[in-house]
């Protein structure tokens, strides 16, 4: 990755919530480089914010979003949770539990992945052993939605945002959630 890119992803994380102020800090503190890419007026504004103020995280978010390529960025992560899904990284509850959040939030690809969790699997005592039980067609869903991805038939454009260029028989999970259930 570019220096640019480097520090767009930092941007990215703190602007999510993916590494704390702290962490933001001191990483700023120790990359010159955002001054070279991004000006010095810039870097000063970044330097200039008082990281003790409990109204920090706004004021951070104020400078750089402007400087976020929210899509890119929002697109590796939906992608990467397709991927956990369906090569088992992590802890498939918690990637749900996001992907049900994320469907909430806009992304309505995700209905039945978001669905099926909430439905599914979220008020009961023992989620991971009725996973197992619908971790098939979880695993087919995410394989589903990750081909259009790769062939760009969805693209992220902006955070909770995307364009959708498949056929309305590929829109399966928003026009007939019932048949998916059922399959």
């Avoid at 955002?34 to 920090?56: A, M, P, Q, T």
């Avoid at 960025?73 to 369906?86: A, C, P």
């Avoid at 099926?116 to 052993?129: A, C, F, Q, S, V």
Wanted: net charge negative.
């Amino acid at each position: 990755m570019s220096y640019e890119k480097d520090i767009q992803m930092q941007f990215y994380k703190i602007y999510k919530g993916l590494i704390s102020v702290s962490e933001f800090e001191e990483w700023l503190y120790n990359t010159p480089e955002i001054e070279k890419v991004y000006g010095h007026d810039f870097y000063f504004n970044l330097l200039d914010l008082n990281y003790r103020s409990s109204h920090i995280k706004n004021e951070i978010e104020k400078v750089i979003e402007i400087k976020i390529p929210f899509g890119e960025f929002e697109q590796m992560r939906i992608v990467s949770l397709l991927e956990n899904i369906i090569y088992e990284k992590g802890d498939l509850v918690e990637v749900l539990e996001q992907v049900y959040d994320d469907y909430c939030k806009g992304y309505s690809f995700l209905r039945y992945l978001g669905l099926n969790y909430i439905t599914g699997i979220d008020n009961l005592p023992k989620k991971r052993d009725m996973l197992k039980n619908i971790k098939p067609k979880i695993v087919n869903e995410a394989r589903r939605l990750l081909s259009f991805f790769q062939h760009g038939l969805l693209k992220i454009t902006d955070q909770n945002e995307y364009d959708d260029y498949r056929t309305e028989k590929e829109k399966v999970e928003i026009n007939n959630v019932e048949k998916m259930f059922n399959d």
